[in-house]
């Protein structure tokens, strides 16, 4: 059974930049699709961006477009999740998750793996 585990979070100040990784274990990833999502306090879990694990083709919420980019090592079985340009509202927990379809892939239905979460804080 495959597992998702998040890590590379922390408290960074605004304009700061850090990168995110998803591992996949247990079992070699054969899901379509990787995706980051977040939830802010109070807030709905919100799509970030997704990658197809095979091709690479990309997606990302206008908000952070030019500012992250989102990635992946077929052969470590790791996503990751580059962040740049890191500012106040970006501060959530972010999750990964993967699923088997294509290109809809900005709600939380049909992602049948999510990681743990890890906690991302921008002070201004």
């Known amino acids: 059974q495959v597992q998702l585990v998040e890590s590379g979070g922390g408290l960074v100040q605004a304009g700061s930049s850090l990168t995110l990784s998803c591992a996949a274990s247990g079992r070699t990833f054969s899901r379509f699709a990787m995706s980051w999502f977040r939830q802010a306090p109070g807030k709905e879990r919100e799509f970030v961006a997704a990658?197809?694990?095979?091709?690479?083709?990309?997606r990302y919420i206008d908000s952070v477009k030019g500012r992250f980019t989102v990635s992946r090592d077929k052969a470590k079985n790791t996503g990751y999740l580059q962040m740049n340009s890191l500012k106040p509202e970006d501060t959530a927990v972010y999750y990964c998750?993967?699923?088997?379809?294509?290109?809809?892939?900005?709600?939380?239905?049909?992602?049948?793996?999510w990681g743990q979460g890890t906690q991302v804080t921008v002070s201004s």
């Open positions: 998750a993967a699923k088997n379809q294509w290109p809809v892939v900005d709600t939380t239905r049909g992602y049948d793996l």
């Open positions: 990658i197809t694990w095979t091709n690479g083709n990309t």
